[in-house]
């Protein structure tokens, strides 16, 4: 049985895209993954790019989507992972109906500034944080061992 994810950011636009491209590509096809955000924003070309050239995942054609729409068409998740960063007091969204909500901690790559190759760089940085947890997440579900191995770093919602 598919193991539904839903990964939950502010606007939908890297994060939470990079998230569900990245369980889909390494989750070994047990797992559902979508993602949303509080509302729908812009895709972050710099997000397209980094999953294109370092992970051969062309996210152009995604759409961003509103976590309020899953809701509101009744999806039910097995899990909902956030991915706002707390270190900037991004406030992520509360999703009902969920067996386990869990809080990673990200830097928002629209607050990236400087130079094209700099802002790759650090977008990139970013991508290869979500990677390991995503791997991470997968192990533990995949094994059966989420509750009692349950990663001090994340947080339970």
């Known amino acids: 049985m598919l193991k539904k ?5 502010i606007h939908n636009s890297a994060r939470s895209q990079i998230a569900e491209a990245l369980l889909l590509k390494y989750g ?87 130079s094209d190759e700099e802002i790759m760089n650090k977008v990139r940085e970013v991508k290869e944080k979500i990677k390991a947890e995503v791997l991470r997440f997968i192990d533990l579900v995949n094994n059966n061992r989420i509750k009692e191995n349950f990663p001090a770093d994340w947080k339970l919602g």
């Open 5 to 9: 994810v839903l990964f939950v950011c």
């Open 28 to 114: 070994n096809d047990k797992f559902d993954a979508y993602s949303a955000g509080i509302e729908a924003g812009q895709l972050n070309p710099y997000a397209v790019r980094v999953l294109l050239e370092d992970e051969g995942v062309d996210i152009s054609n995604n759409q961003t989507k509103s976590a309020i729409d899953f809701y509101n068409q009744g999806k039910l998740f097995n899990y909902v992972v956030t991915v706002c960063d707390q270190v900037s007091a991004q406030k992520c969204p509360i999703f009902p109906g969920v067996r386990t909500r869990i809080m990673m901690s990200f830097e928002d790559p629209m607050s990236f500034s400087g």
